[in-house]
Nanobody, 124 residues
Framework: QVQLVESGGGLVQAGGSLRLSCAAS????????MAWFRQAPGKEREIVAG????????YYRDSVKGRFTISRDNTKNTVSLQMNSLKPEDTAVYYC?????????????????WGQGTQVTVSS
């Protein structure tokens, strides 16, 4: 059983930056591809970025390419999401998720474990 705990959310003005972190415990971290999802009020949960278990491959949804960077530290069992040039449309609850697979899945149904979420609010 893997436990995921997110941190780093908050309120920021448009154009600002935030860094989200997710700490994993209870499993073999390197065996999991990791991803960040987000869910805005009234909308479906969507993938934001993903990273393969060794960190060699990444995925970003089009709307965050060039602004967000996902990374992982397999020695510390953490995955991070650096978010720059934030926009009001980035406002959502952000979730960390783990998939016991070597590839990056974009469907939330593929993910085995989820964190509790952290709120990101971008004001205009």
């Amino acid at each position: 059983q893997v436990q995921l705990v997110e941190s780093g959310g908050g309120l920021v003005q448009a154009g600002g930056s935030l860094r989200l972190s997710c700490a994993a415990s209870g499993g073999t971290f390197i065996a999991y591809s990791m991803a960040w999802f987000r869910q805005a009020p009234g909308k479906e949960r969507e993938i934001v970025a993903g990273i393969s278990w060794a960190g060699g491959r990444t995925y970003y949804r089009d709307s965050v390419k060039g602004r967000f960077t996902i990374s992982r530290d397999n020695t510390k069992n953490t995955v991070s999401l650096q978010m720059n040039s934030l926009k009001p449309e980035d406002t959502a609850v952000y979730y960390c998720a783990a998939d016991r697979a070597s590839t990056i899945a974009t469907s939330l149904r593929q993910y085995d474990y989820w964190g509790q979420g952290t709120q990101v609010t971008v004001s205009s």
